[in-house]
């Protein structure tokens, strides 16, 4: 009964109500993540399909989806149980069974001569259903609407992407220039400025204890800015510095994907959370 306890109190609630992650959820979420990380590079391995810049690049529309069908969740368009099945850490293996599914099938499609680049096909596959998850929430929408967020947000996110991209030679760091490395900093940055206006501004309250511990220190949502810039710019440093030491090229992408996936999920669902008024 006490381990029965224990699950129900730290991780079936959580999802059946949807409320704050606690530090043992989110610990283990963050261990079966990175463990999910390396089994799936082994199996794309194994299928000898390249995890290379393109591929990354190409699975971002998969991320928006998933950030896309929370947001649904969020609006109650959904009805239990269906919900809980978008709901973390649910969404997870929702959101791989479409993606890797959607990638073996165009795989297996340009293997047969019907399609002659399954990237490309696997990418618009992502763009379409992305596009299709929005329909939804336009559709759904009311009155609660707030467009102006959308400037609010990706100005400033994308302004400070852009001041890095052009001081990143001065300070020894010209490899932030590539498309990925500058995608991940945006993600970051955009979770951290759409936090900050919807806890300091819109009365939004922040899931994640790490992200609302340091706003009740500072007293504002704003510190999160500078701290997650910081710490995306520590990351894809210590994976250049463990790239020129390892000649896995899989691996070095893999994990640069993963760091996209934390980032731009979380920001992109902020995002979308605030426009539509959920």
Not at 9 to 20: A, K, M, P, Q, Y
Not at 129 to 144: C, E, K, M
Request: proline share 4%; charged share 15%.
């Amino acid at each position: 009964m006490g381990i029965l306890d224990f699950i129900n109190r730290n991780f079936v609630d959580g999802i059946i109500n949807d409320t704050s992650y606690n530090h043992v959820d989110m610990l283990t979420y963050i261990i079966i993540l990175f463990i999910s990380v390396y089994a799936v590079l082994k199996l794309l391995n194994k299928l000898k399909i390249k995890v290379d810049e393109n591929f990354v690049i190409a699975t971002i529309p998969y991320i928006l989806m998933g950030s896309i069908l929370r947001v649904i969740e969020d609006a109650d368009i959904l009805e239990p149980p269906v919900k809980y099945f978008f709901i973390t850490p649910l969404i997870f293996f929702v959101m791989f069974t479409i993606t890797f599914g959607c990638l073996l099938l165009m795989r297996y499609l340009e293997d047969k001569g019907k399609i002659k680049n399954y990237i490309r096909m696997y990418a618009k596959t992502g763009i379409l259903f992305s596009i299709a998850g929005i329909s939804i929430l336009v559709y759904n929408s009311y009155a609660d609407l707030k467009p102006d967020i959308l400037v609010f947000s990706l100005v400033p996110a994308l302004a400070l992407t852009f001041f890095i991209y052009k001081i990143s030679p001065a300070v020894g760091m010209v490899y932030l220039r590539s498309r990925i490395y500058s995608f991940a900093i945006f993600s970051f940055l955009l979770d951290s400025v759409t936090t900050y206006i919807g806890t300091d501004f819109l009365g939004y309250t922040n899931k994640h204890p790490f992200s609302s511990f340091l706003p009740s220190i500072f007293g504002t949502g704003i510190i999160l800015i500078p701290l997650s810039l910081a710490l995306v710019l520590l990351i894809i440093r210590m994976l250049e510095i463990d790239s020129r030491n390892n000649d896995n090229e899989n691996e070095k992408y893999m994990l640069i994907l993963t760091l996209v996936v934390l980032g731009f999920s979380m920001g992109a669902r902020n995002l979308l959370a605030i426009v539509f008024g959920v």
